[in-house]
């Protein structure tokens, strides 16, 4: 089974660009994609995400292979009621953390994977959603250190972390560390370059990473071909298209 492990709906600021729930659905249906992990887009700019979360849910509410990851912003006061609120909801598995958007370090949030741990959440933490060079000229965020990511997880081993949006640079740079760990996973969406699943394969290992579109910023074909040009053994195929993330979101 095919799995998404990171694609986005709603609409993004700063360019024509808007991903709906039933776009996703048949981008998914056009790639044989069964199931996919999503979160709201806006929710990565208001200042309490919540809005967005809420919105999601309703959307997903009858789409039963679509599974959400809101976005908390552990600048809220309540972050952790929303966590709890979260882990209660049927279609959540995941609370996503954006700390370039909202104002924090990644190194901050070990209570918050302490927390998820707690509620059987896993933890996803997005390192960039978008090529800083199409940022508008007033806004040049920079990117999480994926180093600040692996340490959360070596801290947090009871909890389930994703790195979201991993470059093949930092991958490799971070290969040593990342191998260490049984509680981290790495989606490749942001991989780039011929043969790089392969490339990030032979650095990391292959249960770590997981097959992810970041849909509607990139094609969803992109990432299928990424897969195929890896020519990988079928067992590690399976692993990364799909087992790797019904372990890393408790989809099994």
Known sequence: MTIDAAAYVGEWPFRALEGTVADLATTMRGNRVRRAVVSPIEGLFYTDPRPANERLLRRLARRRNLWAAPIVSLRMADWREQFATLA????????????????????????????????????????RIEDERRHPPFVKMRDVPLEDVVALAAAAPSTRVVASAVRLREMLDSAQHIRQLKNLWLDMSHLDGLCCLKEARDAVGARRLMFSTCWPFFYARSAVLKVAEAEMPAREKDAVMGGNAERAFGLA
Do not use: N
Not at 88 to 111: I, N, S, T, W
Not at 118 to 127: C, F, N
């Open 88 to 127: 209660d909801k049927r279609r959540v598995r995941a609370a996503r953390l954006a700390p370039a958007f909202h104002g924090y370090r990644a190194a901050q949030a070990g209570e918050a994977a302490d927390l998820a741990a707690e509620l059987g959440l896993t933890l996803a933490v997005q390192i």
